[in-house]
């Protein structure tokens, strides 16, 4: 038995598999619920749109997307903001740009620290041999 607190209200629970409790759970797919019924409906509804015909947090949405449980392809105006320059996207965290941009970064980063290991590594031997 695994007791953890919930990751949102703080009670302690006996966690199975999720991070929150069943109470906070049940909320949660309440929540669903109700955003799935309203996109039967309005199937080109906005995210905006969703949020306000149902009273769901636009961030529990987008939760909802990244989880999985809501498809933009069935609903194709479902969009959120990248979390880095705000372009509109439907899946993952980061539009094309932004990742080929973090990307290329951690590229570099990868190849000075390999560069700079090399020669740390080669002075540490050299050391050692002068010992």
């Not at 909320?27 to 995210?47: G, P, S, W």
Request: hydrophobic share 25%; glycine share 6%.
């Amino acid at each position: 038995m695994a007791l953890a607190n919930c990751k949102r209200c703080g009670k302690l629970f006996n966690r199975m598999h999720l991070e929150i409790c069943a109470e906070c759970n049940k909320e949660d797919d309440e929540k669903f619920f109700l955003i799935r019924d309203y996109l039967k409906d309005n199937r080109r509804a906005t995210i905006y749109e969703v949020s306000d015909g149902t009273g769901v947090e636009v961030s529990m949405i987008i939760r909802f997307i990244r989880e999985g449980r809501i498809t933009p392809i069935d609903n194709p105006n479902l969009a959120y903001p990248c979390d880095n320059c705000g372009t509109a996207i439907q899946h993952d965290r980061y539009c094309k740009p932004c990742k080929d941009k973090l990307q290329k970064g951690l590229s570099s980063t990868r190849e000075e620290l390999r560069q700079s290991g090399d020669k740390s590594a080669r002075t540490d031997y050299f050391h050692k041999r002068e010992r």
